[in-house]
């Protein structure tokens, strides 16, 4: 597996990787009209601007020549996304560009919106519950967990 930089060519691949596995990881965890509201359609450019807007990191993981994951983070320790590809979770995959993204990053913490989906990974990163929340999209109303943790340079 290779971490990179995410380039503006992978917009479409990294597009399709997140309503894929929206729409087969996460559905355990969300019901189907939430599902559709998540994963609702964006425009490539749109989702792709998004990546590269000012104070903002993304990672993409490559297996072989294809996409297997991405990442993003702002400066200020803001984790945005984080998804596999359904074919490929449990490999690593998150754990690696988490850290890549972590380690990059000179902010004191690091705070996530997990999804209900996510928050099991989180918290194994160390990641603690701040509160319940509740974000509205496509007129359904999706849970997830604002969670923070210290960054190890604020440990030192």
């Known amino acids: 597996m290779k971490i990179r930089e995410m380039t503006r060519g992978d ?24 599902i559709s509201a998540w994963a609702s359609p964006r425009g490539v450019r749109e989702w792709t601007d998004s990546f590269f807007a000012e104070g903002r990191r993304a990672l993409v993981a490559e297996e072989g020549g294809e996409i297997v994951g991405f ?25 690696a560009l988490a850290d890549a993204l972590e380690e990059g990053c ?13 928050r099991g990974f989180f918290e194994k990163r160390g990641y603690v519950l701040v509160r319940e929340n ?9 849970l997830n967990y604002y969670m923070r943790k210290e960054s190890l340079r604020a440990l030192r």
């Open 11 to 34: 917009g479409e691949e990294t597009l399709r990787l997140f309503y894929e596995t929206v729409r087969s990881v996460c559905a355990e965890d969300y019901t189907a009209a939430q």
């Open 71 to 95: 990442a993003d983070m702002t400066q200020d320790g803001y984790f945005d996304r984080l998804y596999v590809h359904k074919n490929f979770q449990r490999q690593g995959i998150a754990a």
């Open 106 to 118: 000179a902010a004191s913490s690091f705070t996530v919106y997990a999804s209900v989906t996510a």
């Open 134 to 142: 509740i974000v509205e999209r496509g007129g359904e109303k999706l």
